[in-house]
């Protein structure tokens, strides 16, 4: 099984590297000092030999196909109003830095979070008058990897305070509370026992500072609500929607347990 | 935590009695005394053979997802747990049953599950509801292969 996960990612990653050819950001890797000093932990750093070697170069990391996804929209002009991204944004390497660090966010108009597939699909309703992209699609997972793909390195930092406050508290809350018939929180797994081994995986502290990741088990990369509805499903829990306000809420808090971390959009886990 | 829990049996006593019109619906009701449940769940000897299988399948017990067992066959054993060798030295069999039965009745915030219990829970996925991760008799074949553990 593992064996074939292995070549599927290498056979991904050889066509991946015709295309990423010139792209040539060099090696990161997502641990800055912010983060090393409060003790907090990568799954990165978690990850076998194998899977941080696919993530490192960039010329075998299969997300790479998705980072070339969304560089190709990006200037591609659709909907009513005529435009791309680009017209409005520019070079995304410099107008979306931020954003990869930032989301969820607190936004007045909405009088809640929203996260950064919302944020883009707002752009792509209200400034494009296009349709939203559909969640997991390859065009809103492709784009989605490219804009936090220009924060690669950067320290991740949200802001749980102010009016994001209640949010971040029902994030915190979600986070802590057991569900399913296996009756676990996020918490007994991945702040309990990260580091140790259950069954044949070893569980990490579930940050999500890669995403949206490769996953070799899915064999394509796959946005943090469907990490979210994967760990919810594994205890027999019913998941909530992708983009939820439930999920949003909790995707805050766990984005701010893992404060510091560089992005390693698009990172590669088993 | 020593703590007779007369009250929570009083309880599951009481709820078994509403639901004795329904037939094999729920658990069969049972009693804590001190910190274990002395009796057994079906009144039939388990199978200490079949118990072993329990404890290993993923679909079952899966114990081995976060213990150590000595079940040499099976690749992969957890770490999030006390190695289970040597567990019948350590317990006695009516501290074993309430252990697998409901682990939280001895620590609230373990993060084994509750193997014989069907009620109390968050957003339980529809095929679950009114299950429990074990039957009774799974439980009893179980709790017989883990006293052969001494």
């Not at chain 1, 090393?36 to 010329?59: C, F, N, P, V, W």
């Not at chain 1, 190709?72 to 931020?98: F, Q």
């Not at chain 1, 936090?148 to 994001?164: E, F, K, M």
């Not at chain 2, 039939?44 to 679909?59: D, E, I, P, S, W």
């Amino acid at each position: 099984m593992k064996m074939r996960q292995l070549l599927l990612a290498l056979t991904f990653a050889t066509t991946g590297t015709l295309a990423v050819t010139g792209l040539g950001l060099g090696l990161v890797i997502g641990q800055t000092t912010a983060a090393k000093a409060e003790g907090i932990r990568s799954g990165y750093s978690y990850a076998t030999k194998e899977t941080q070697g696919l993530q490192d170069d960039d010329m075998s990391n299969p997300g790479y196909l998705w980072v070339d996804t969304g560089e190709d929209l990006w200037s591609k002009a659709e909907g009513d109003a005529g435009k791309s991204c680009n017209d409005c944004h520019g070079d995304a390497a410099e107008s979306m830095k931020k954003a990869g660090v930032s989301y969820p966010k607190y936004k007045d108009d909405i009088g809640k979070l929203q996260n950064i597939e919302q944020r883009i699909n707002q752009c792509r309703t209200d400034n494009m008058k296009a349709k939203a992209w559909k969640w997991e699609s390859s065009q809103l997972l492709g784009m989605t990897t490219y804009v936090r793909n220009q924060s690669r390195g950067l320290p991740v930092s949200v802001a749980v305070d102010g009016p994001a406050a209640p949010f971040f508290a029902k994030g915190e809350a979600f986070f802590n509370q057991r569900r399913g018939l296996l009756d676990m929180a996020c918490k007994h797994c991945h702040e309990d026992n990260a580091g140790n081994k259950i069954r044949a995986n070893v569980l990490s502290e579930g940050q999500i500072n890669g995403f949206p990741v490769y996953r070799l088990k899915w064999g394509k990369v796959g946005s943090t609500h469907r990490r979210f509805r994967g760990c919810n499903k594994q205890v027999r829990a019913k998941p909530f929607k992708n983009g939820s306000d439930e999920y949003v809420n909790l995707e805050l808090y766990v984005a701010w347990r893992g404060r510091g971390l560089g992005v390693e959009t698009p990172a590669v886990r088993n | 935590m020593k703590m007779h829990r007369l009250i929570g049996a009083a309880a599951i006593v009481a709820a078994s009695i509403s639901l004795t019109l329904v037939a094999n619906a729920g658990t069969v009701s049972y009693q804590i005394v001190d910190d274990g449940i002395p009796k057994s769940l079906t009144g039939t000897a388990g199978n200490a053979q079949a118990g072993r299988k329990v404890a290993y399948n993923r679909k079952t017990g899966n114990c081995l997802a976060c213990h150590k067992a000595p079940i040499p066959e099976q690749q992969f054993h957890g770490e999030i747990g006390p190695d289970l060798k040597g567990v019948a030295s350590r317990y006695s069999e009516a501290e074993l049953r309430l252990r697998i039965v409901d682990s939280k009745k001895t620590n609230s915030d373990t993060i084994m599950p509750a193997f014989y219990r069907d009620t109390g829970f968050t957003r339980l996925q529809k095929k679950w509801v009114g299950k429990s991760i074990l039957k009774a008799q799974e439980v009893e074949d179980l709790l017989a292969y883990l006293m052969t553990l001494k």
